[in-house]
């Protein structure tokens, strides 16, 4: 694998790296068109990042980071590097809680009493002590009220309740949708360690992380839409067990004084009309 490039080598993007760029920044300008953010917009964010990373990321060891040097790093004018150095844009806000739907379904397909070995969430009685889904709401949090909590989730399909007055989480609904401000966040989060990761990788970093898809073309949307049902299967079982995982390996690890880290792992599908510019099919 090959080293880190050398940010002081000459410019440009490859041949092939520009073409990657392309694709994976089409369906974002996609998205940014449709909610009105103009290139001069988007422009003006990408000179403030050049300017961050290079500056913070990019010293020479023993060498204090110099504007000259931000400038020719990043094709960015010395002005504007002087100007953004001196007065940074305001920071990131803080990153937001995790949903209170995250949260009680994180909990209701990895602990006992609510959830099997496997972490397959337990119909819960809806009313009464632990284990009912009364409780497991409650147990997360004073301010929203069990009832509200499921009257919301079955008019969203995410729950059902039976004959015998139990509540059900459907798999195919598994996280329930939040507000777009919140749905922007895990898009943003998500998006950015899948492509820290790749990043990572195509740097020379060991070990790899874990980045493969199966990709195939010439198929029926029938049967696309049942890879669709099977992804959705088989990734639900896998995410599952990594969700039980990794909640017991946090409350074992937050009693332990040591550095800790944050780990995410994803899954996705899509599917759309061939075009010719299709890669055509395999695994990787």
């Known amino acids: 694998m090959s080293a880190r490039p050398d940010p002081d080598a000459s410019p440009g993007a490859s041949p092939a790296l520009r073409a990657a760029l392309r694709r994976l920044l089409r369906p ?13 917009e988007l422009s003006a964010l990408l000179r403030e990042l ?17 504007t000259t040097r931000v400038s020719l790093l990043t094709g960015v004018h010395r002005k504007e590097v002087k100007r953004l150095r ?19 379904i994180a909990r209701w397909t ?12 337990l119909p819960l009685p809806r009313l009464g002590d632990a284990p009912s889904f009364e409780a497991l709401v409650a147990g997360l949090s004073t301010d ?10 079955i008019r969203t399909g995410v729950v059902e309740l039976d004959e015998e007055d139990r509540v059900h ?35 020379g970093g060991e070990p790899p992380y874990p980045e493969r898809a199966v990709y195939y073309g010439g198929l029926s949307e029938a049967s ?18 990594l969700n039980r995982k990794a909640r017991g390996f946090q409350r074992r ?20 009309p061939e075009a010719d510019e299709d890669e055509g099919s395999g695994a990787r």
Do not use: C
């Open 144 to 153: 929203m009220r069990p009832r509200t909590v499921l009257d919301e989730w």
């Open 110 to 121: 990895s602990e006992k009493p609510w959830a099997d070995a496997r972490g397959r969430a």
């Open 224 to 241: 696309a839409e049942k890879l669709r049902e099977l992804a959705a299967e088989r990734g639900m079982d896998v995410l599952r067990e």
């Open 28 to 40: 974002l300008v996609r998205l940014l068109l449709g909610q009105r953010v103009s290139h001069p």
């Open 253 to 272: 690890d937050e009693k332990r004084d040591e550095p800790k880290q944050r780990m995410s792992f994803g899954l996705y599908f899509y599917r759309e």
């Open 50 to 66: 050049y300017v961050e990373v290079a500056d913070r990321e990019f010293t020479i060891p023993g060498r204090s980071q110099t």
């Open 169 to 203: 989480l459907r798999s195919d609904a598994f996280v329930p949708r939040e507000d777009f401000d919140e749905q922007v966040f895990f898009f943003g989060r998500n998006l950015r360690d899948h492509v820290a990761a790749g990043a990572f990788n195509l740097e």
């Open 86 to 104: 001196e007065d940074p844009p305001a920071p990131d806000a803080p990153p937001v809680r995790a949903p209170l739907g995250a949260q009680i």
